[in-house]
Protein backbone atom coordinates (compact mmCIF):
# COMPACT_ATOMS: atom_id res chain seq x y z
CA UNK A 1 0.00 0.00 0.00
CA UNK A 2 1.23 3.67 -1.35
CA UNK A 3 1.46 5.83 1.66
CA UNK A 4 0.86 9.44 0.67
CA UNK A 5 2.53 12.83 2.37
CA UNK A 6 1.73 13.28 5.86
CA UNK A 7 1.05 17.17 4.70
CA UNK A 8 -2.33 17.58 4.30
CA UNK A 9 -3.80 18.54 0.83
CA UNK A 10 -4.77 22.08 0.03
CA UNK A 11 -7.19 22.57 -3.01
CA UNK A 12 -7.94 26.22 -3.85
CA UNK A 13 -11.52 26.80 -5.19
CA UNK A 14 -11.33 29.68 -7.52
CA UNK A 15 -14.47 31.82 -6.92
CA UNK A 16 -16.61 32.08 -10.27
CA UNK A 17 -18.44 34.67 -9.74
CA UNK A 18 -15.48 36.91 -9.98
CA UNK A 19 -15.03 35.80 -13.12
CA UNK A 20 -18.43 36.17 -14.16
CA UNK A 21 -18.36 39.40 -12.72
CA UNK A 22 -14.97 40.43 -14.92
CA UNK A 23 -16.40 39.31 -17.65
CA UNK A 24 -19.76 41.11 -17.37
CA UNK A 25 -17.75 44.41 -16.60
CA UNK A 26 -15.66 43.77 -19.61
CA UNK A 27 -18.95 42.95 -21.74
CA UNK A 28 -20.28 46.31 -20.68
CA UNK A 29 -17.21 48.34 -21.27
CA UNK A 30 -17.08 46.56 -24.47
CA UNK A 31 -20.69 47.58 -25.55
CA UNK A 32 -20.33 51.23 -24.38
CA UNK A 33 -17.51 51.57 -26.83
CA UNK A 34 -18.88 50.42 -29.27
CA UNK A 35 -22.55 52.50 -28.76
CA UNK A 36 -20.29 55.28 -28.50
CA UNK A 37 -18.57 54.89 -31.62
CA UNK A 38 -22.29 54.73 -33.18
CA UNK A 39 -22.82 57.89 -31.49
CA UNK A 40 -19.96 60.24 -32.10
CA UNK A 41 -19.41 58.74 -36.01
CA UNK A 42 -15.43 59.06 -35.17
CA UNK A 43 -15.16 55.81 -37.29
CA UNK A 44 -17.36 55.74 -40.60
CA UNK A 45 -21.06 53.96 -40.09
CA UNK A 46 -20.43 50.99 -42.15
CA UNK A 47 -17.24 49.54 -40.45
CA UNK A 48 -18.76 50.13 -36.97
CA UNK A 49 -21.09 47.45 -37.64
CA UNK A 50 -18.99 44.89 -38.46
CA UNK A 51 -16.71 45.44 -34.99
CA UNK A 52 -18.55 43.13 -32.61
CA UNK A 53 -17.55 40.45 -35.62
CA UNK A 54 -14.28 41.72 -35.40
CA UNK A 55 -14.35 41.35 -31.59
CA UNK A 56 -15.41 37.74 -31.12
CA UNK A 57 -12.69 36.68 -33.80
CA UNK A 58 -10.27 38.34 -31.64
CA UNK A 59 -11.92 36.75 -28.62
CA UNK A 60 -11.86 33.25 -30.11
CA UNK A 61 -7.98 34.23 -31.41
CA UNK A 62 -7.29 35.06 -27.75
CA UNK A 63 -8.81 32.11 -26.09
CA UNK A 64 -6.62 30.11 -28.71
CA UNK A 65 -3.76 31.93 -27.27
CA UNK A 66 -4.13 31.13 -23.95
CA UNK A 67 -4.92 27.31 -24.40
CA UNK A 68 -1.39 27.07 -26.48
CA UNK A 69 0.05 28.66 -23.30
CA UNK A 70 -1.47 26.51 -21.42
CA UNK A 71 -0.22 23.54 -23.16
CA UNK A 72 3.49 24.67 -23.52
CA UNK A 73 3.71 25.94 -20.38
CA UNK A 74 1.63 21.91 -18.70
CA UNK A 75 3.83 20.90 -15.83
CA UNK A 76 5.06 17.13 -16.07
CA UNK A 77 5.08 15.22 -12.57
CA UNK A 78 7.40 12.43 -12.69
CA UNK A 79 7.07 11.66 -9.02
CA UNK A 80 2.98 11.41 -9.82
CA UNK A 81 4.04 9.43 -12.61
CA UNK A 82 5.48 6.51 -10.49
CA UNK A 83 3.24 6.77 -7.70
CA UNK A 84 0.24 6.55 -10.72
CA UNK A 85 1.94 3.42 -12.17
CA UNK A 86 2.49 1.80 -8.68
CA UNK A 87 -0.71 2.60 -8.09
CA UNK A 88 -1.94 0.98 -11.23
CA UNK A 89 0.11 -2.31 -10.68
CA UNK A 90 -1.44 -2.80 -7.05
CA UNK A 91 -4.90 -2.81 -8.49
CA UNK A 92 -4.09 -5.17 -11.39
CA UNK A 93 -2.43 -7.10 -8.54
CA UNK A 94 -5.44 -7.16 -6.75
CA UNK A 95 -7.60 -7.84 -9.41
CA UNK A 96 -5.45 -10.84 -10.67
CA UNK A 97 -6.23 -12.53 -7.09
CA UNK A 98 -9.78 -11.69 -7.23
CA UNK A 99 -9.70 -13.45 -10.58
CA UNK A 100 -10.52 -10.79 -13.06
CA UNK A 101 -8.60 -10.47 -16.00
CA UNK A 102 -6.29 -7.80 -16.84
CA UNK A 103 -4.71 -8.58 -19.86
CA UNK A 104 -1.08 -8.98 -20.58
CA UNK A 105 1.30 -6.31 -18.73
Known sequence: MLVKSELPELVF????????????????????????????????????????????????CYGLLMVGVGLM????????????QQDIAEAKDFLKQKGVDVGSD
Not at 19 to 34: D, E, G, P, T, Y
Not at 41 to 52: A, R
Not at 73 to 84: G, H, I, M, S, V
Open 13 to 60: IANPMKHVLKLLSLLVVISALWIGLLQASIIPQSHTWVLPIYFIVSLG
Open 73 to 84: RFPTCPQEALLL
